[in-house]
């Protein structure tokens, strides 16, 4: 359950609830118009016991199972309350003209003052300010927490926050799930909440934000430069995610430093997919799905693929390899007596012309150009060229070939054009 939502609620014991405050524990609420100061069973929010305040016109109380915090805008005061009788055990005048809302624990007090808009740290000794700074919006009115928490809620925005301890910045909001909310309380697992619209006593979600959790399905369309990638959020971790992907890498273990594939906006939970494009052909590589929100980045486990090595012409029938020579070292066998000398140059060359779309023309040129090299030599080409050019039917080749004629020993290679 996400921050803020409600996760139960029941009727306030009076007509104008406007403090509420202790722990996963306890409940204290404050009620401006009967001016009493109640404690609530937490299992189904029944009254276990009532005073009166300590004044009339009570407005914040807080605290913990062991303390309670109260404060009043008849006398301007606060007070610490005996959790035994709730009667008074010490008081001070409160730092503000109208205190709204107090709340903490037994060792840290949070109040709040409407008029002057500010949220005071309060000294547990003597009730002094430790330190204070501006609300979050103009109608401060709850507040809440423990030592490291704390909770509060305004009128004017109808607003639910967590502010920061540090220096009362606002971490997260949330609708109140009212118009008018006035108290809130708790510690770090729950909140309290008080609206004197409906006169409801609420229970919220406290739960923080965690990175979300993702699964990573196997890719699927896999071609030479591209495929595609698959994710699943099964949990947002408390909030929408803002952004999702599948990140890749030739290494392992990739994350969003590597390649990836994302879309921004605002996601639930659910299946995504998403395009691999630029990808080297034949390559094996590592992928992960992955989300992310205000707490960071979730991955999901690591798939594997491999693309699809490239594509030759000779792959699809349209004829020899054109990353390959064509005609490669051409070797005078043992069997050429008469030929000449065994260590004579070799004569290589590269049939240019069929890779270019030049023709048999060019082909007969290039041959040309090999016998003249060594007149009177015996080279066996007949087997090598019709292999090589086996492939090019339909543009000539097999009548190209059917012109070589073998070559007789010692009698030099025969092309009739």
């Not at 840290?108 to 500010?118: A, N, P, Q």
């Not at 910045?169 to 008080?194: F, K, N, Q, Y």
């Not at 959020?233 to 030739?250: A, L, P, Q, S, Y």
Request: charged share 20%; hydrophobic share 30%; with cysteine.
């Amino acid at each position: 359950m996400a921050f803020g939502d409600v996760e139960r609620s029941a009727a306030a014991p009076a007509s104008n609830a406007k403090g509420i405050g202790g722990d996963s524990s306890t409940i204290w609420l404050a009620d401006y118009i009967t001016d009493n100061i109640y404690e609530l069973s937490t299992t189904d929010f029944s009254t276990d016991r009532s005073v009166s305040s300590p004044t009339n016109k009570p407005t914040g109380i807080g605290g913990d199972s062991s303390t309670i915090w109260h404060c009043e805008i008849n006398q301007k005061r606060i007070y610490e309350l005996s959790t035994t009788d709730l009667s008074v055990d010490r008081f001070a005048s409160s730092p503000s003209t109208n205190p709204q809302g107090v709340g903490g624990d037994s060792s840290t007090i949070w109040h709040c003052d409407w008029s002057s808009k500010l949220i005071y740290e309060l000294s547990t000794t003597d009730f002094s300010v430790d330190r204070s700074d501006n609300g979050p919006a103009n109608s401060v009115l709850g507040i809440g927490g423990n030592s490291s928490t704390i909770w509060h809620c305004d009128d004017g925005t109808d607003l639910i926050y967590e502010l920061s301890t540090t220096d009362f910045s606002v971490d997260r909001s949330a609708s109140s799930p009212d118009l008018a909310p006035e108290g809130v309380g708790g510690d770090s697992s729950t909140i309290w909440h008080s609206d004197i619209n409906s006169d409801l006593i609420y229970e919220l979600g406290a739960a923080s934000v965690v990175a979300p959790t993702v699964t990573t399905q196997a890719v699927d369309n896999i071609d030479t430069t591209t495929a595609t990638g698959h994710g699943n959020i099964t949990d947002t971790g408390g909030e929408n995610c803002t952004k999702r992907g599948v990140c890749w890498n030739t290494d392992g273990n990739p994350t969003v430093a590597d390649s990836i594939s994302e879309e921004t906006g605002s996601f639930g939970t659910g299946a995504f997919s998403r395009a691999m494009t630029g990808l080297t052909p034949g390559q094996h590589y590592y992928v992960k799905a992955y989300a992310y929100n205000s707490s960071g980045y979730g991955y999901g486990s690591q798939v594997e693929f491999a693309t699809i090595a490239e594509k030759t012409s000779s792959d699809t029938g349209s004829g020899i390899d054109s990353k390959t020579s064509l005609l490669t070292t051409m070797t005078k066998t043992s069997s050429d007596a008469g030929a000449g000398s065994e260590d004579a140059p070799v004569p290589t060359a590269t049939l240019a012309g069929s890779e270019s779309g030049q023709g048999l023309g060019a082909i007969s040129s290039q041959l040309a150009a090999i016998t003249a090299v060594e007149t009177g030599t015996s080279i066996e080409l007949e087997a090598l060229l019709k292999d090589l050019f086996a492939s090019e039917a339909g543009r000539g080749a097999d009548s190209f070939a059917a012109k070589i004629e073998t070559p007789t020993r010692g009698g030099g290679m025969k092309l009739w054009t």
